[in-house]
């Protein structure tokens, strides 16, 4: 098969774009990430440091493993609070929790691969949920480069887009070409934009990024990010909004990231006001479950 009839089957089932690339060893992006780890930028993100052969190294994920497929969810909706009092939460968290929800796709993205080519291909899907350098095999199939602000960025869709992929021992008949030079550019627009001065040219430092602090972080925000941080409360998305690229971006209307109402319009009093009951029913598949309620109200309440 070749890699358009992937590609073909994914856009069917609700993908924006997929590409297939060749299993490589990613020798460049491991030593990019050994220097950012020395360099202490993973802040509390231990888990970065772990299995980090395997994510250099695909065939160490699934033995055997002949390519990449992957794929590219569009998750761009614009602005969607209905008013300023309403805490800021990045785009991606509107919706239901995408792991699963991309994860479903690629599923049926693979068993329509073993129907097609063979029943006894082996392989694993992963959506942000395992050691791999997910935006380099995106360029790597084709999909786009990696702009300044780190992100992958497609030429049509931009850069609000879940990566997903399939490693696997399918072997097609041809891969996609990859993509070979950025369109960044003399730009420097999602630098500037950074609230917090944590982005720099191809590097995020997470001790000081919004997103981390507020998502991932288990301690106290810093001060000093605290106090750049505005009315975000979930997430950062200001070196996307920034970008060109995204100028072009397409509102999704993928019933799977179909926005939270409760999002759109809690006020942050709404949120104090909030109970533990009334957060699980709301909030049952939304990517805010996670941190759990008195995370988000320690954010809110800036303690
Ligand atoms: S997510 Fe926000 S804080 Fe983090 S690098 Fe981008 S602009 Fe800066
Ligand atoms: S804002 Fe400009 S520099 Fe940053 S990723 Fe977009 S095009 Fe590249």
Known sequence: MRWEEVAAEAVALGFAACGVAPVADLRKEGERLDAWLESGKEAGMAYMAR??????????????????????TNYYAPALAVSPEVPVVARYAYGRDYHGAVKERLFQLFAFLREREDRRLRGRVFVDSAPVFEREWARRAGLGWIGRNTLLIHPRWGSFC??????????PESYSEPWTAGRCGTCHRCVDACPTGAL???????????????IERKEPIPEEVRVKMG??????????EVCPWNRRAVPHCDAAFRPNEWLRRMTREDWMRLDEATFQE???DSPLLRPGLPHLQ??????
């Open 51 to 72: 299995n980090r052969e395997k994510r250099r190294n695909p065939e160490l994920l699934v033995e055997g493993a002949r390519s990449v497929v992957v794929t590219l």
């Open 162 to 171: 879940f990566v997903g992929v399939i490693v696997s021992d399918f072997e």
């Open 200 to 214: 720099k040219p191809y590097s995020v430092d997470a001790n000081k990024c919004v997103s981390y602090n507020t």
């Open 231 to 240: 009315n975000r409360f979930f997430g950062c998305d200001a070196c996307q």
């Open 282 to 284: 709301r909030f049952s």
């Open 298 to 303: 320690s954010i809110l309440s800036g303690k």
